[in-house]
């Protein structure tokens, strides 16, 4: 078997005054990863619970339970009559008492568990120091009057050595014992701390970067946490290569931190570095910790940043304006591709918006064909033609810098479905085409076109639930008209109604 004890406090560097103590603390030579609090329920007096003490303190880089000792002692579990086994009390009051609590005042236990005990019922750590010794016994042997042999111990000398590593010595005497559960080695408290949650049906939170992004103007990066972090995040970065001018978290997402910086090349790889550790803002224990990187791409605007675009020849381009005044059979001012368009098989709508209130959004689809005539794939406005495309379409690609769109294979063969709804007509949203997970009540991708000039420019993917873009209501010549990309965060979710093209600076 194998004892430990494990103090936090020594005496001896204490202060005391108006009937109070302040302890200092111990010689530090191990890390607490946890404590089962079911394993020693005197001790924790509760019947079962955890304490968790895996975490490193960002401002000291110090293990966050501050210093801890832990010094134990083994014997041979199996043979009673060996010296470490018939002299285990003795190490016990040498160990426990005379070295550690007498000779260097060390006190107090982990919290949750005993100061001393069997390893079973102590903390989990990464090592413990260790004390074995040599017993050299005399006994006398006498015959009495009756010619019996009588055997008493004189006495023994016990000499005390230093085994340095509990593990070790515990595990030499008791190789059949798993103490690696107790006493785990160095660097391995976070991993034995997940497992044993996990065996709990717990899961610790984590801090991380989920995405870095760089900015078109190529002097901003959005930089976005899984959770909201502390303020002390606008400080904590370093680019190399690039000066970082200014850093705030965003204002309504405290997992969002924006960050101003000197002007990036195109299509350059940086990486951002921490220099301090990050915090989560609602458990500040949980850190991001320094030296932790994530790399990002120097971007700009346009079709660039479709993957596959450059395979694709441009047909029509449009500045889209705030209110437009295409009425009912005007045509859109269109830029028009250099190269000549004669038959194609696929087709692809790039739709790249720019708001203070959803940033910088595109998304990209690409599709089968549906039509061979270049001019019903804009706006199907009366005066191209009054083309109306209430559809599906096949094979569709999707890409967007928008987390709430699902990208789809960028294969062209990817069997996914996409719905058209262009025409130059109103809508209501009775869904008469069953179309899936599309509502009554709501317009969204199940819309049925009826008479009136409200107009619809939307693709949506109804197996997913999702709005690709939408731009609507630009047949009536109204001061705004609807924009968005992705499903709308509150009210109809292909953006009828919306009227909001003036919020933003740029619509493309």
């Given amino acids: 078997g194998a004892a430990m004890c494990c103090y936090v406090a020594d005496r001896f560097k204490g202060t005391c005054g108006g009937g109070k103590c302040v302890f200092g603390e111990p010689e530090d030579n191990s890390d607490v990863c946890y404590v089962d609090m079911a394993n020693a329920p005197y001790s924790a007096r509760v019947a079962s619970g955890i304490a968790v003490y895996d975490k490193v303190d960002s401002s000291e880089g110090s293990d966050s339970e501050g210093n801890v000792y832990c010094h134990g002692f083994a014997w041979d579990a199996a043979d009673d009559t060996a010296a470490s086994s018939r002299y285990k009390g003795n190490l016990l009051l040498k160990v426990g008492m005379k070295d550690h609590l007498y000779d260097k005042g060390y006190v107090q236990n982990v919290p949750g568990a005993p100061m001393c005990g069997c390893i079973e019922q102590m903390?989990?750590?990464?090592?413990?120091?260790?004390?074995?010794?040599?017993?050299?016994?005399?006994?006398?042997?006498?015959?009495?009057?009756?010619?019996?042999?009588?055997?008493?111990?004189v006495g023994v000398d016990i000499a005390y050595g230093d085994c340095t590593d509990l593990a070790t010595k515990a595990k030499e005497l008791n190789p059949?014992?798993?103490?690696?559960?107790?006493?785990?080695?160095?660097?391995?408290?976070?991993?034995?701390?997940?497992?044993?949650?996990?065996?709990?049906?717990?899961?610790?939170?984590?801090?991380?970067?989920?995405?870095?992004?760089?900015?078109?103007?190529k002097e901003q990066i959005t930089v976005t946490f899984n959770h909201e972090v502390e303020d002390g995040a606008v400080g904590a970065f370093?680019?190399?290569?690039?000066?970082?001018?200014?850093?705030?978290?965003?204002?309504?997402?405290?997992a969002v931190l924006i960050l101003q910086t000197s002007l990036q090349t195109y299509g350059?790889?940086?990486?951002?570095?921490?220099?301090?550790?990050?915090?989560?803002?609602?458990?500040?224990?949980?850190?991001?910790?320094?030296?932790?990187?994530?790399?990002?791409y120097a971007i700009e605007y346009g079709l660039s940043n479709a993957k596959g675009a450059e395979n694709y020849n441009l047909a029509l381009e449009l500045d889209i304006p705030t209110s437009p005044t295409w009425g009912n059979t005007g045509v859109p001012a269109y830029t028009y591709g250099t190269?000549?368009?004669?038959?194609?098989?696929?087709?692809?709508?790039?739709?790249?918006?720019?708001?203070?209130?959803?940033?910088?959004?595109?998304?990209?689809?690409?599709?089968?064909?549906?039509?061979?005539?270049?001019?019903?794939?804009?706006?199907?406005?009366?005066?191209?033609?009054?083309?109306?495309?209430?559809?599906?379409?096949?094979?569709?690609?999707?890409?967007?810098?928008?987390?709430?769109?699902?990208?789809?294979?960028?294969?062209?063969?990817?069997?996914q479905k996409a719905r058209l709804e262009f025409w130059p007509y109103s809508?209501?949203?009775?869904?008469?085409?069953?179309?899936?997970?599309?509502?009554?009540?709501?317009?969204?991708?199940?819309d049925d076109?009826?008479?009136?000039?409200?107009?619809?420019?939307?693709?949506?993917?109804?197996?997913?639930?999702?709005?690709?873009?939408?731009?609507?209501?630009?047949?009536?010549?109204?001061?705004?008209?609807?924009?968005?990309?992705?499903?709308?965060?509150?009210?109809?979710?292909?953006?009828?109604?919306?009227?909001?093209?003036?919020?933003?600076?740029?619509?493309?």
Wanted: glycine letters at 8%; aromatic letters at 10%; charged letters at 15%.
């Fill in 238 to 254: 370093t680019i190399e290569g690039l000066t970082i001018n200014s850093a705030a978290l965003h204002p309504d997402n405290k």
């Fill in 427 to 446: 809508y209501g949203t009775s869904n008469s085409e069953s179309v899936p997970f599309a509502s009554n009540r709501l317009y969204d991708w199940g």
């Fill in 123 to 153: 903390p989990v750590v990464s090592k413990a120091a260790c004390t074995d010794l040599v017993a050299e016994e005399t006994w006398q042997i006498e015959k009495d009057a009756n010619g019996v042999f009588l055997v008493s111990s």
């Fill in 176 to 217: 059949d014992i798993a103490y690696e559960n107790y006493l785990i080695g160095d660097g391995q408290c976070h991993s034995a701390v997940d497992s044993f949650l996990a065996g709990e049906g717990i899961v610790r939170s984590h801090l991380e970067i989920v995405l870095v992004e760089g900015h078109p103007t």
């Fill in 339 to 415: 190269e000549p368009i004669s038959y194609f098989s696929r087709v692809a709508y790039f739709l790249e918006l720019e708001s203070e209130q959803y940033g910088w959004q595109w998304v990209w689809v690409s599709m089968d064909a549906f039509t061979q005539n270049v001019m019903n794939l804009g706006f199907p406005t009366r005066g191209a033609g009054s083309v109306v495309y209430d559809q599906y379409v096949d094979n569709v690609n999707i890409l967007s810098n928008q987390p709430q769109i699902t990208p789809c294979d960028d294969s062209e063969l990817s069997g």
């Fill in 449 to 508: 076109m009826n008479t009136g000039t409200y107009g619809s420019m939307q693709i949506h993917v109804p197996s997913y639930g999702e709005v690709l873009f939408g731009v609507n209501r630009w047949a009536r010549n109204d001061p705004k008209i609807d924009i968005g990309i992705g499903n709308q965060p509150t009210g109809h979710p292909d953006w009828t109604f919306a009227e909001n093209s003036d919020i933003y600076t740029l619509k493309k």
């Fill in 268 to 296: 350059t790889e940086y990486t951002l570095v921490t220099k301090n550790a990050i915090s989560k803002r609602s458990a500040n224990m949980v850190v991001l910790p320094v030296g932790t990187t994530a790399p990002f």
